[in-house]
């Protein structure tokens, strides 16, 4: 049995192919990401990272190129399937927390569970066990705009690990952050990463952060090159 979760293989993608202004953003990019390894995504503004992550999180296609998840091929799968496996297999962040207004924390992380089928009271347990891993058990009941931007942050992870994916992926996922709470809410991130045994893929700015993953790849060029 292979060990690779997720494998990325040939991948080019083309904004406004043919046209003026055409960006060849993807040129080949190849990655296996491992069972239980977190690898950490460097490039500067504009490289792609985004690109490659919502190819990889099945919200976007590429030109070429396919993308397996736990030994799944997905490249023209139907609609169907993708929502399916990215629903079921895939967890995505943001830089932004996207957690909807009128609910709260609690409810944040229970809902997708419930869309997929999990019962309330498991859906509740599964919450509170995430956000008290988190450290936020005490702003369950409360709207995203009562919680501080690290909070926000941290619901969004428990969300995001609500259905139990095996795959993580994080564009920047503490980017919004002054430097110390970014500090703080990555190592929570890492530690839900760890102990829930996921691969992920997480791209960031900083260096820091990025040297507390497995190892770090670089975009350069539309493809991953290895940093020492
Ligand atoms: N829908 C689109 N149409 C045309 N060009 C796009 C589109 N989306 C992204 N691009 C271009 O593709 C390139 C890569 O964008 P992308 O958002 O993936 O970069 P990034 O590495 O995530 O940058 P940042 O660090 O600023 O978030 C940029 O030049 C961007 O302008
Ligand atoms: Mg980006």
């Not at 979760?5 to 003026?20: D, E, F, I």
């Not at 976007?60 to 990215?86: F, H, M, W, Y």
């Not at 089928?117 to 005490?138: F, I, N, P, T, W």
């Not at 969300?159 to 503490?174: C, H, I, Y």
């Amino acid at each position: 049995m292979s060990d690779v979760m997720m494998r990325l293989a040939g991948l080019t993608k083309t904004y406004l192919k043919g046209k003026p202004g055409e960006v060849q953003v993807l040129r080949g990019v190849d990655l296996d990401l491992r069972a239980g390894e977190a690898v950490a995504l460097v490039a500067p503004s504009g490289a792609g990272k985004s690109t490659l992550l919502h190819i990889a999180g099945l919200l976007d296609t590429p030109d070429t190129g396919s993308v397996e998840i736990a030994g799944q091929n997905v490249t023209g799968k139907g609609d169907r399937t993708r929502t399916a496996l990215r629903r079921q297999d895939v967890g995505f962040v943001y830089q932004f927390h996207h957690l909807l207004p009128e609910f709260t924390a609690l409810e944040n992380i229970t809902l997708p569970q419930l869309a997929n089928g999990v019962s309330e009271k498991a859906a509740q347990e599964r919450a509170m066990s995430l956000l008290d891993h988190v450290g936020v058990a005490a702003r369950a009941d409360h709207r995203p705009a009562a919680l501080s931007g690290g909070e926000q942050q941290r619901v969004a992870f428990c969300r995001a690990l609500a259905n139990k994916p095996r795959v993580l992926l994080a564009d920047e996922p503490t980017g919004n952050l002054d430097p110390e709470t970014s500090d703080q809410v990555f190592d929570a991130l890492m530690a839900l990463v760890r102990d829930e045994g996921l691969s992920a893929l997480i791209a960031t700015h900083n260096m820091q952060l990025a040297a507390r993953m497995d190892r770090t790849l670089r975009l350069d060029g539309g493809a991953l090159r290895p940093v020492e």
